[in-house]
């Protein structure tokens, strides 16, 4: 940063120092700082396409939806295949509950660079919210053939497949999640989810106390863990669970308490 403020002092209309120094502060978290470099590499050159992009991520990760919407979209204006700007705007308008809109922008990534994984990842994460599950299966399926270590697209995939009733193939892609990321705690709790549709009450338990122990905070693998136990007559042990579950925060934990006394 200091060498980015001599450069900026020595060349004050220098908007590629602007722009670095912003992703530095970015880089430490410093993100209003970060945006107002930005600000400033956008205002001296005005066809700065990648000012306008890392401005607008910056602005996402401040939960900023619209402003960062604006902002991939003045990208967009200036490099029209711009594939991450539309993949990033689309994942704005996602959190705004524009579902349509966000299907639109990442299939216009898609149809720009068919290479990014992440993209068809988020078009089936989008289609499950929407509950098209095959459509959302066939794009998780096309995330894992370009990149076959992707492991969230592994679990999102088990997911969906978890909720419409096709356990055991969930259970594999859960499997291959956790052999690709064995630190990956939501792919236990999945997995034990499966297991549990499967009446496999012991095997859930095996891997929501797996979960637990890659993440203590988990609250909801110690509510599903105290169900699985309460399945296996571990009545003692399943009140532990909901209770840990309802201090952290999960209200319906204290359901199952007051009904298993």
Known sequence: I?????????QPDFPRAYFSRGQSKQSLGELENAISDYSMAAEQDKNYAQ???YRGGAKF?????QGAIVDFTSAINVKSDYAYAYNDRGSAKKMLEDFDGAIADYNQAARLDN?????FNNIGSTEKIRKNYEVAIENYTAAIKLNPE?????????????????YEEAIADFTKAIE??????????NRGNAKFKLKDYKGAVEDYSKAIELDEAYAYAYLNRGIAKEMLRDDKGAIQ???KAFSLGIAAAQVYIQQSR
């Open 2 to 10: 200091e060498d980015f403020n001599k450069a900026i002092e020595l």
């Open 51 to 53: 000012a306008f992009y």
């Open 61 to 65: 990760l401040l939960k900023d939806y």
């Open 115 to 119: 290479s990014l994984a992440f993209v």
């Open 150 to 166: 992707y492991y969230m697209a592994f679990n999102n995939r088990g997911s969906i497949r978890s909720e419409i009733g096709q």
């Open 180 to 189: 690709l990321n064995p630190e990956y705690a939501y792919a236990f709790n």
């Open 241 to 243: 669970d909901w209770e």
